[in-house]
């Protein structure tokens, strides 16, 4: 059963912190780079991190240094710590495959920073 939720967004003052959290289901947490991806409104949903299961990370230039993402294999769970948020940063966050393997994504978890 396809699953990806998305939790741990909210809104904050530039400067601060969030840690988003995503469960997936197991077949594909297991088998998959997993990422993060952004949504701002009117824009196309982008990567901005990624995990293979080995640990391996990778960033887009805008968040690195700030955003750090980490998985738990065992709990099948990945995870974004974001700190020093900018207004940029404001977006709905989705977690999935990275490539993306299948048309399903979860309903994301919105994040807002005020300046």
């Known amino acids: 059963q396809a699953q990806l939720v998305e939790s741990g967004g909210g809104r904050v003052q530039a400067g601060g912190s969030l840690r988003l959290s995503c469960a997936a289901s197991n077949y594909v947490f297991q088998n998959n780079v997993m990422g993060w991806y952004w949504q701002a409104p009117g824009k196309q949903r982008v990567l901005v991190a990624s995990?293979?299961?080995?640990?391996?990370?990778d960033y887009a230039d805008s968040v690195k240094g700030r955003f750090t993402i980490s998985r738990d294999n065992a709990r099948n769970t990945v995870y974004l710590q974001m700190n020093n948020l900018e207004p940029e940063d404001a977006a709905v966050y989705y977690c999935?495959?990275?490539?993306?393997?299948?048309?399903?994504w979860g309903q994301g978890t919105q994040v807002t920073v005020s300046s």
């Open positions: 995990i293979t299961r080995g640990g391996d990370t």
């Open positions: 999935n495959t990275v490539p993306i393997v299948w048309s399903y």
